[in-house]
T-cell receptor, first 112, second 111 residues
């Protein structure tokens, strides 16, 4: 069966520090991978998605970047965090674009 | 731009009551998904509706897709504290097939 791992669960970082969040998927090949951000108790904002290794699409201009160095690995990064980068970050995968998503357990990022 | 509006944004009711949550749009969606999310966790898919007028049941939860595929509803019968969570709807968008998300309905069922 397929599983998705996302870490860390919580992170507190000072403004201006770098960021690296990692997500890996097991049990499937060539998944579509996604990074979402969620404001407290609200809907999801798509940040990046990837349909294959090295292929990244950005949905919202921002202080963040994403990379997919391996088929089942998706990384969210920043060189210098801003206060506005605080939020709940979710990694997800799907077999096809637009189909059901399977989410990781999320990372609560606080930038202070 | 396709949008999905969910209502109500927040609902707090007593155990045993019935409730309905709505997901509305002026746009047609080829399919619509409902997710439930608990605090500190990722959303989990409950159901996908595809056909206009379709009704799907998941125990005490009944999901309906509007005839014109522009809206959907989630009805919970005899709500229980375990139903507490954030309910999100998401529709498959036209432009790049990415999901369009509603802002969610936060549901609290009091024992």
């Amino acid at each position: 069966s397929q599983t998705i791992h996302q870490w860390p669960a919580t992170l507190v970082q000072p403004v201006g520090s770098p960021l690296s969040l990692e997500c890996t998927v097991e049990g499937t090949s060539n998944p579509n991978l996604y990074w979402y951000r969620q404001a407290a108790g609200r809907g999801l904002q798509l940040l990046f998605y990837s349909v294959g290794i090295g292929q990244i699409s950005s949905e919202v201009p921002q202080n963040l970047s994403a990379s997919r160095p391996q088929d089942r690995q998706f990384i969210l990064s920043s060189k210098k965090l801003l206060l506005s980068d605080s939020g709940f970050y979710l990694c997800a995968w799907s077999a096809r674009i637009g189909e059901k998503l399977f989410f990781g357990s999320g990372t609560q990022l606080s930038v202070l | 731009t396709q949008l999905l509006e969910q209502s109500p944004q927040f609902l707090s009711i007593q155990e045993g009551e019935n409730l309905t949550v709505y997901c509305n749009s002026s746009s047609v969606f080829s399919s619509l998904q409902w997710y439930r999310q608990e605090p500190g966790e990722g959303p989990v898919l409950l159901v996908t509706v595809v056909t206009g007028g379709e009704v799907k049941k998941l125990k005490r939860l009944t999901f309906q897709f509007g005839d014109a595929r522009k809206d959907s509803s989630l009805h919970i019968t005899a709500a229980q504290p375990g139903d507490t969570g954030l309910y999100l709807c998401a529709g498959e968008g036209d432009s790049n097939y990415q999901l369009i998300w509603g802002a969610g309905t936060k549901l609290i069922i009091k024992p």
